[in-house]
């Protein structure tokens, strides 16, 4: 009889992703603490939302488009 643990790594293996938890989307490394994304316009787009960067990323609520803030960039001195 196979132990808990295992049932469960197996389970977890195979189970399809939680629409709670979205699996992150393309990345994008910037520059720039403030991002504007659209999902890429187009018919498959969304309404263009900005979005700030407050530590070193952040992910569109909509398309999960993950923008990463590159080094050395984002110290604009409080503008």
Do not use: W
Request: glycine share 12%.
């Amino acid at each position: 009889m196979p132990d808990d643990a295992a049932t469960q790594n197996a389970a977890t293996q195979n189970a399809a992703p939680s629409p709670l938890a979205p699996e992150i989307g393309e990345t994008v490394m910037v520059e720039q603490r403030v991002v504007a994304c659209d999902g890429g316009g187009g018919p498959l787009g969304h309404p263009r939302v900005f979005l700030y960067i407050e530590d070193k990323s952040v992910t569109c609520p909509y398309c999960s488009r993950h923008f990463v803030l590159k080094d050395g960039a984002g110290d604009e001195g409080g503008h």
